[in-house]
């Protein structure tokens, strides 16, 4: 079963060029006012009762109690007393539709993620046309996540050390934010990748190569670690209980190395085959895609997936094993970023945030360490990119309107009363309307089409 998992996530990406609406025309507001409401500042894991926040253009400007935050007479008011405001969620391991996807399907991706309060995606796979895409969002052209983006990346097509030198370089020059390792990657070819990135200032993420190995991505300090690749494979996780002394142990030393993980734990456990097709294709969210796009992910699942995989036994080890290494790494202080791989396999976007939540906690972690993973320390991993993750002054806007603490239901992060993107405003209106519009559309009856297939 060695490297399994990431063998099957190279293929899952498979999203089809069918025109999904994209009717995005949210009035821009320059000034907004959050009044009475508690704050999440993520800063730490206080509730600031009673709070108003105000936010001009893209920035939060103020932040007090009511009686002391003078609200100019000017400002659009959200009234939100007895209502939960927090940071917006990120996506670090998100992926955007291929070169060759109309423009409407593009961006009613992107509009999936804000529905669900995703105002930031980190893209882990670079194709023609994102760096394009980015620039089109960061000029407010398209209401979307701010995108972070890794470029095309390195697997077992570079054959070299020059060649690894020069793609770092080309990438670099591109303007991608970050390199995306790929299975197959040389151990020769990966150090070149990792003394070049350092020298030119590019920082670097993505799979263990199986030549690689773990220890040696952790003392070559590869900044994050996706799907916790390689984790299992150097504790023999998938044929026993793992001692807990062995996580500890590897938790402690995935610490001192700063390396960064990014679980993404349901796309797994879908692609263990441990999550039934029938229950996978009953997910109400598969609406919002095309139909097309739930048949390629049943016929890979039904086709090539399912029958090659081992025994349930030997599945349900590595994924015991792989929630008792989250709760580990989580207990022994390592950075843990939120992501779920979206969209693969049966993974929406924005929507899959929540069964992510659920595995988490499930693995044991606390509400406020899920919720940090996805806001405050997200903000920490692009400190030198922009000021976000947490509500505070001269922070970029991006918030989620809840009408519970998720602090005490991690669940209550579910079906936002309003969602705010680098300063724009979208209610729970905005968002249902959108919502409806992607799912009447021909091309989005995606359930009722996967229900009727076998």
């Known amino acids: 079963m060695r490297r399994l998992v990431f063998l099957l996530l190279q293929s899952l990406l498979v999203f089809t060029s069918v025109t999904v609406i994209a009717d995005h025309d949210v009035t821009r507001r320059t000034l907004v006012a959050f009044v009475d409401a508690s704050i999440i500042p993520m800063d730490s894991s206080r509730v600031l009762t009673g709070h108003t926040v105000i936010v001009q253009g893209d920035r939060i400007t103020q932040l007090g109690p009511k009686e002391e935050v003078m609200v100019p007479a000017e400002a659009f008011v959200v009234r939100a007393s007895r209502k939960y405001l927090m940071p917006g969620i990120a996506e670090m391991h998100g992926h955007l539709p291929e070169v060759g996807a109309p423009a ?49 990346g390195l697997g077992d097509w570079i054959r070299s050390a020059d060649e690894a030198e020069r793609r770092v370089r080309e990438e670099k020059a591109a303007g991608w934010d970050l390199l995306k390792v790929h299975p197959g990657l040389t151990r020769e070819a990966y150090d070149a990748m990792v003394r070049t990135a350092r020298e030119v200032g590019m920082r670097f993420g993505g799979h263990i190569p199986a030549e690689v190995g773990l220890l040696h991505a952790l003392e070559m300090r590869q900044e994050t670690i996706e799907h916790l690749d390689g984790y299992l494979e150097y504790l023999d996780g998938y044929k026993r209980s793992v001692d807990q002394r062995d996580l500890d142990a590897i938790a402690r030393r ?18 263990l085959g441990l999550v039934p097709i029938d229950t996978l294709r009953g997910y109400p969210e598969l609406k919002y895609l095309p139909m097309a796009q739930v048949k390629e992910w049943t016929d890979l699942y039904q086709q090539r997936i ?146 009727s297939e076998s």
């Not at 046309?129 to 996540?145: T, W």
């Not at 579910?414 to 993107?421: F, I, K, Q, Y």
Request: some cysteine; charged content about 25%; aromatic content about 6%.
């Open 104 to 152: 409407g399907l593009v961006e009613s991706v992107l509009f999936l993620y804000l529905a669900n309060g995703v105002t930031t995606v980190r893209g882990m796979k670079g194709s023609p046309g994102q760096l394009e895409l980015r620039e089109r969002v960061n000029r407010g052209e398209i209401v979307s996540p701010t995108l972070y983006l890794a470029g095309p």
């Open 254 to 271: 995935t610490r001192e190395a700063g390396v960064w993980i990014v679980p993404t734990m349901s796309v797994v456990q879908a692609a």
């Open 306 to 451: 399912y029958p090659t995989l081992p025994d349930k036994p030997v599945r349900e080890q590595a994924i015991a094993n792989r929630r008792r290494l989250v709760k580990a790494l989580s207990d022994n202080g390592v950075r843990i970023l939120f992501g779920t791989d979206s969209p693969q396999l049966f993974n929406v976007p924005g929507f899959s945030i929540h069964r992510e939540i659920g595995l988490m906690a499930g693995a044991g972690m606390a509400p406020c360490e899920i919720l940090r993973s996805a806001t405050k320390n997200v903000g920490e991993y692009f400190r030198d990119k922009d000021k976000f993750g947490t509500i505070t002054v001269g922070s970029r806007a991006d918030l989620i309107l809840l009408e519970k603490n998720p602090l005490k239901g991690i669940a209550n992060i579910a079906n936002p009363l309003g969602v705010m993107v680098r300063g724009r405003w979208l209610s729970q209106e905005d968002i249902r309307k959108k919502l409806t519009a992607i799912s009447q559309q021909p091309s989005g009856e995606a359930s009722k089409a996967s229900k």
